[in-house]
C-alpha cells in the first residue's frame, strides 16, 4: 500500500542554522512526490514537486529537496532557516492513476528560536 | 494570480445537523477534490469528483458524504447528519486536465466544529 512516513513529528532550530525534514515512502513505482507547507491557520502551500529528472528539486522560500530512489527518501532541506519558516511540513506522493490523489504524512512541526 | 476559495472559513453545527462546506476552485480546472484534516493530524483524501461524477472516494467518504458541482463554478461537500468525529478542517483542491501529473491547487479551509 502506498503511503508515506515522516519521522519526525516536532523539530526546533536556531534561526540560520540548516534544517534537513525527512520523508520516506512506500509506492510501487516512480512516485510523484511533494512537500507542503501550512501555517498556523492556513491552507497548503506547495514549496516543491518531484516528477522526473533531476533528482536535486528547488522550490520556493529557499527549499530543496533530494529524490533518493535507493532510500525511498525525499527529504527537504534548507541551508539557513528564517524565523518565518516556523510552520508545519508535509511530505506527500501522488498516486497514479485515475484520480492523482495525493496521499500525505503525518507531517513535521518546525519551530525556529530568534 | 487565480486561487481556490472556500467558504465558510469557520462553520459550527450541532450533531446531527446538516452542513454544506463551499468551494469555489481554479476556472479552467476540471478535477475537483476533498481532503480533510482532523485536528493534529495529516491530511486525508476523502474524494475526487471528474466530469460530473466521483472518481475515486475514500472508506471515510461514507453515505453521510456527499459531493455536487451545482453549476459551473461551485464544488460542495455536503454531511447530512454530523458526528462530532467529522470536526476538523475540510480542504478543497483542484487541478487542470492534461497529460502527466498535475499539480492540485489548495484552498485555504474550512474549519467545520461540530458541538
Known amino acids: 500500500a502506498q503511503s508515506v512516513t515522516q519521522p519526525d513529528i516536532h523539530i526546533t532550530v536556531s534561526e540560520g542554522a540548516s534544517l534537513e525534514l525527512r520523508c520516506n515512502y512506500s509506492?510501487?513505482?516512480?512516485?510523484?512526490l511533494f512537500w507542503y507547507v501550512q501555517s498556523p491557520g492556513q491552507g497548503l502551500q506547495l514549496l516543491l514537486k518531484y516528477f522526473s529528472g533531476d533528482t536535486l528539486v528547488q522550490g520556493i522560500k529557499g527549499f530543496e529537496a533530494e529524490f533518493k530512489r535507493s532510500q525511498s527518501s525525499f527529504n527537504l532541506r534548507k541551508p539557513s532557516v528564517h524565523w518565518s519558516d516556523a510552520a508545519e511540513y508535509f511530505c506527500a506522493v501522488g498516486a497514479r492513476g485515475n484520480t492523482d490523489k495525493l496521499i500525505f504524512g503525518t507531517g513535521t512541526r518546525l519551530q525556529v528560536f530568534p | 494570480e487565480p486561487e481556490v476559495t472556500q467558504t465558510p472559513s469557520h462553520q459550527v453545527t450541532q450533531m446531527g445537523q446538516e452542513v454544506i462546506l463551499r468551494c469555489v476552485p481554479i476556472?479552467?480546472?476540471?478535477?475537483f477534490y476533498w481532503y480533510r484534516q482532523i485536528l493534529g493530524q495529516k491530511v486525508e483524501f476523502l474524494v475526487s469528483?471528474?466530469?460530473?461524477?466521483?472518481?475515486?472516494k475514500s472508506e471515510i467518504f461514507d453515505d453521510q458524504f456527499s459531493v455536487e458541482r451545482p453549476d459551473g463554478s461551485n464544488f460542495t461537500l455536503k454531511i447530512r447528519s454530523t458526528k462530532l468525529e467529522d470536526s476538523a478542517m475540510y480542504f478543497c483542491a483542484s487541478k487542470v486536465e492534461g497529460q502527466g501529473y498535475n499539480e492540485q491547487f489548495f484552498g485555504p479551509g474550512t474549519r467545520l466544529t461540530v458541538l
Open positions: 469528483f471528474y466530469n460530473n461524477e466521483i472518481s475515486e
Open positions: 476556472s479552467n480546472h476540471l478535477y
Open positions: 509506492y510501487g513505482a516512480t512516485p510523484y
